[in-house]
């Protein structure tokens, strides 16, 4: 196998979590190829880079010439074809959606060389189902990051029922190489460690919403002050997108019919309809467009517009 620590990278998908994964392995040396079918997703990437390299050299973070050094290892693409046989790990931080992650991972297995992983991103999303009992079930992973990434310190590698023991490995010599820790599961479950404790605690605080007991920014201070969280549980659902919790939620009902899931899906639902989809858009449960952010009403129960 190639050495991983100094191989070079494929990230598919340039949304927010892909180009942060590109720009934090290439601030640590990687030579990356970030590749997006879609024009328009490849250049929002390449200004989000480009905006976290700027801002880590305004706080002195970074000299100018370190960070046009980490762009430059970044070759921006949309022809997959070309960029996959050039790398020895990748990683597919596409859509939330089966379907398009199969292709992806079906893709992957015959444009990569032998010798390399292929790790999905996804939170939800086991490599499992993805790639089931195919011949290339040997080489494919969960590597779950943490946005925002290049804060986050934190990456959980989860083993599908056919990983090998090298590329679990790789997985691990991948994730010390761009400077995150890593954690290995024992086994897969529903959304993994960090998500599990994570998403008691929030179908909790909705729950505490949904029953009149508080209001949420009196949930969210009660929270930061009390337990020490940097952010509340519905400032929190704001910057993961209230669009994917929606979606993560709903998901989970259907599959546990838990009364915390239910009652998110009731006050997120109107939220989503409205546009208001947490920080990406401006708004959610707070107002960004001022500083500090301002709570906003909530919709009415059942409003879906």
């Known amino acids: 196998m190639s050495d991983v620590a100094n191989g070079r990278l494929l990230v598919v998908g340039a949304g927010q979590m892909g180009a942060q994964i590109a720009v934090q392995s ?5 030579d990356v ?12 990437g390449r200004a989000q880079i480009v905006a976290i390299l700027d801002r880590n050299v305004e706080k002195d973070r970074s000299t100018r010439v370190d960070a046009d050094a ?14 996959a046989p050039r790398c020895d790990w990748a990683i597919e931080a596409v859509v939330e959606r089966l379907d398009v992650k199969k292709i992806v991972f079906a893709q992957l297995a015959e444009l990569l060389p032998a010798h390399a992983g292929i790790a999905t991103n996804s939170s939800h999303i086991r490599a499992e189902s993805i790639a089931g009992d195919a011949p290339y079930s040997d080489r494919v992973l969960n590597m779950h990051f943490f946005h925002p990434l290049t804060v986050m310190d934190l990456v959980e590698i989860v083993a599908a029922p056919h990983t090998s023991s090298q590329i679990m490995d790789a997985a691990v010599a991948w994730a010390a190489r761009i400077k995150r820790t890593s954690v290995v599961l024992n086994k897969a479950v529903d959304g993994f460690l960090v998500n599990r404790v994570l998403g008691a605690a929030s179908r909790e605080a909705f729950a505490l919403l949904a029953d009149g007991v508080a209001s949420f920014p009196e949930i969210d201070i009660a929270v930061k002050r009390g337990l020490r969280w940097p952010l509340g549980p519905f400032a929190l659902a704001d910057l993961s997108g209230l669009d994917l919790l929606l979606q993560s939620r709903t998901t989970r009902f259907e599959k546990h019919g838990e009364a915390g899931d239910k009652a998110t899906m009731d006050i997120v639902g109107p939220l989503v309809a409205a546009g208001r989809l947490g920080r990406k858009s401006g708004a959610g449960f707070y107002d960004y467009s001022v500083d500090p952010p301002a709570p906003l009403p909530l919709p009415s129960p059942g409003a879906q517009s």
């Open 33 to 44: 190829e970030l590749v997006d079918v879609v024009p328009e997703a490849l250049e929002r």
């Open 26 to 30: 290439a601030m640590n040396g990687v």
């Open 70 to 83: 980490s762009l430059a290892r970044i070759h921006f693409s949309s022809d997959l074809a070309a960029a």
